[in-house]
């Protein structure tokens, strides 16, 4: 059974930085896009970035050159580095993963990120 548990959301002021990890267990992982959605109160979970089995990136506009997703496949575990967090950025922020070949997707249990003075 595949697993996806997401650490290091917390409370941060605006401008400054975090760092998401989501660890994954099962064997999906280097045959997976990783990546990361959030969803903020009353609005849809949106797309923030994903990284496919080969390395490659794709963001939404709105994280464009603040957020770095990244995957160590040697730990399963994939990485979003946050920078100059804006108010905007508040939301619970899922990881993703979605198997290449069967399609398969997969949901950690969130992981909330404020951003507030």
């Known amino acids: 059974q595949v697993q996806l548990a997401e650490s290091g959301g917390g409370l941060v002021h605006p401008g400054g930085s975090l760092i998401l990890s989501c660890a994954t267990s099962g064997t999906i992982f280097s045959r997976a896009t990783m990546g990361w959605y959030r969803q903020a109160p009353g609005k849809q979970r949106e797309m923030v970035a994903l990284?496919?089995?080969?390395?490659?990136?794709d963001y939404a506009d709105s994280i464009k050159g603040r957020f770095t997703i990244s995957r160590d496949n040697a730990k399963n575990t994939v990485y979003l580095q946050m920078n100059s967090l804006k108010p905007e950025d508040t939301a619970v922020y899922y990881c993703?993963?979605?198997?290449?070949?069967?399609?398969?997707?997969?949901w950690g249990q969130g992981t909330q990120v404020t951003v507030s003075s």
């Open positions: 993703y993963g979605r198997h290449t070949l069967s399609q398969t997707t997969y």
């Open positions: 990284t496919t089995s080969t390395g490659s990136a």
